[in-house]
């Protein structure tokens, strides 16, 4: 029945104030908690489970180097395993991993020796697939809290590929069991009374502390056996062989909270922009950066690549993804996704010009002819729709398009407007030359890993007027015929099937009175769904689309009692594009408009015509099956509960019977029951308040009653789905692979010949996960994932070097892997190190 103590302090880098104001208080409580161990005060502490913290620290502080080494070499101070606390479902798989590599380096150059425990407590729910990541940098152990069972103290935590920890369930931090030391005893024997409503056995963990506290010493007299000063790690030995084999938990961790347990499910779609950039950088790096890296050979680039996922792995806290801080904060996470961008651009660039694409437009323009080269990141050939944009001289006009063979290729002409474009390099000297910009849009096939060629011909004339289509409401390509109706829904047919499929892409729009944690509906509520206004159809050898003006009639916001959405309107005009490419079977449904409305929130729905009583999604490296529900299950009546929201986390792909739906950078997906199962997508929530008290889905507060006006995300709204006839495991994972990282299209430099296609990695039966330089700068990682419940065989050609087998912290854990032959189980993940 013994008490482990454990002091500790939970950091959030920014959240209710901004990262400076924080960091300063910051560095004011690592000088005190120094004090305190020099005087022996406290014995140990556990400084949150993030290396950041002694960064940021260290960062104002220097002067503290030398006492946190001293402390955490004698075992006193505590930090990672982390470098930052991520929300641990709105950030990819390889993310998670550039976490824990992240925190392995900074610790060995602050000196510092790692927590031994998978610390991730206050995370908004827990991803299926983190006892895989944990594993695989030899964590066995798991502490967690929001979404697990409440009823389970410990337990085993198994994920799809069976990788399996020991989780123990913080239950609720109690920051003021121990705060004041005259009533220490007492709030003690409450806290152990408690503690075996759940776990007669015990031990018990008590993390002494809370969010930005200072840590307060063990009162004098409680250390008579009934509580003792702990670690996290002494914790676990403890537990360690009290757990039966059978107490086994699977999948995600997003059960429905007990008392103050909130999953705060709505931070899925708070603030949707900064989820967006966060999917669109980590594909820059993880797709493109890494990659073209390693093939171009570039060791020196190792510092500009940590550089740029050090930015993004800062906006990864669950209070700057989930969009649940002050206004300030998410300005400085924009800024932080631009710099991540910008350094991933010119690590692409600089790989490209080594492999000899020189994509720098530099010289004259062109008068004759605009090489142009298509980049495929995927380990498979692809052909997929392109847009690029080919700078002539004034004047000058495209008059064609050929590929590497010098075969005709169709395309479409999207825009042309006049240019002034501006070069300069280190070997440029700064130049800008009037030019005539034409966008244009065509299909390309590269091959796996690699690239191909195309030539614009080009002469002197006035460019071709953009074609602006026609009145219409359908389009046929091939078996399918796709038409608008009159709330700017569309309905599939597919011949070869006698499949329709209706009320695809149908958008919805309801009142919000919720705030950043929690999606919370009026009482008196409205539905709006919009009205179309006109439809224009654009019928070309490159596409079938159609163009869909529209207006979504709303309120402007909600009553001053919040009970109701007002009497006030406003029109949001939409732009709905759907389109149909040639040879990709695929329907690709776009939407843009302003919000200039407040409290609400949007979903698409995309419903299917056979029945389901459950849906599939993909996680990290896993897809997952989860029960259709209701919208919003039923409110909570007692204080301190919330309601099913019902969403869930969505890495990029959600299935029912014979549809597929893929959304990167979508990342808040509800599975709706119903005589039509449906997938809503989540496009905006819009709320003003970081946290308020007063909802009824939600019936405490998650976090201060502070105003967000930026949270109401009065901006331009952008949304991009793929739909798919489909629901093929391996078939519809590829396509949200390819769907998450389209081909890019660059203009090579002025007098540059169009490349022949030219190949590079290929893998057939598995995804790639990760091609990146190895961490100690010997050679490559290649990571490999089957993210479907069927065993696969994979084959790997076009590496330089052996495949010698790795856990994900690259360390060497099997000897030689045939390349033509890998075994990967169900959800199963490999790595390699490629060695010369």
Known sequence: MTVHVVSHTHWDREWYRPMESFRARLAELVARVCDQLDSGE????????????ALDALAVRPDLADRIRAHAAAGRLHVGPWHVLADNQLVSGESLIRNLLTARRVAADLGLTLAGVGYCPDAFGHPADLPRVLRGFGLDTALVWRGAPPHLARFRWRAPDGSEVLAVNQGYYEPEVLWEAAAAADRLTTFRDKQAGRDADGPYLLLNGGDHLAPRPLPAGLADGAAVESTLADYFDAIRDTVPAGEVVTGELRYPGDWLTFVLAGTLSARLHLKQANAATETLLEAWAEPLTVRAGRADAVGLLRHAWDQLLQNAPHD?????????????????????????????ERALLDLGLDTRLAGDPVTDAAALVVVNPHATPVTAPVEVDVYTAPGHTLTGLVDAGGAPVPYDLRETEPTPLFCADLDILPDTRDTLRHRIAFVADPPAGGWTGYTATVAAGEPDAVPTGRPGRAVTRGDWTLTVADDASFTLTDAATGRTLPGLGRLV????????????????DETVTPVL????????????????????????GLTADRSARSTERVVLPLTVTA?????????????????????????????????????TADTHFSLL???????????????GHEADAGVAPVRSLATLPGLAVLAPGLPEIQGIAGERPSLAVTVLRAVGW???????????GAGPQLPTPEAQCRRRITAAVGVRLDDAEAVVAAAAARRRAPLRTWQLRPGTAAPAPTAGLRVNGAQVSAYKLAEDGD????RLVNPTAVEVVATVSGLDGRLVECDLAEQPVGGETAADRIALGAFATRSFRVAG
Not at 590 to 595: I, K, M, S
Not at 600 to 612: E, G
Not at 691 to 700: F, N
């Open 42 to 53: 406290l014995g140990r502490f556990h400084l949150d489970g993030q290396t950041v913290t």
């Open 320 to 348: 700057s993804i989930c969009g649940c801080s002050v206004d300030e904060v998410h300005r400085e996470n924009e800024v932080r996704f631009a710099r991540a961008r910008q350094a991933g651009e010119h690590l692409v």
């Open 509 to 524: 729009d309801c009142g919000d009175a919720g705030d950043t944690y929690t999606y919370d509906p009026p009482r008196a």
């Open 533 to 556: 206004r006109e439809a224009w159809v654009h019928d070309t050898a490159v596409a079938s689309r159609i163009v869909v003006r529209a207006d979504l009639d709303v309120p402007a």
């Open 579 to 615: 389109t149909l490419w040639a040879g990709v079977p695929e329907l690709d449904w776009r939407l843009e408009f302003d919000n200039a409305a407040a409290d609400h929130r949007l979903q698409a729905h995309f419903p299917t015509d056979a029945p389901a009583s459950d849906w």
């Open 625 to 639: 099956t989860r029960p259709l529900k209701a919208p919003l299950g039923p409110l909570p009546e007692e204080r």
């Open 690 to 700: 970081l946290s308020r008290p007063d909802l009824r889905a939600r019936t405490a």
């Open 779 to 782: 050679g490559a990682v290649l």
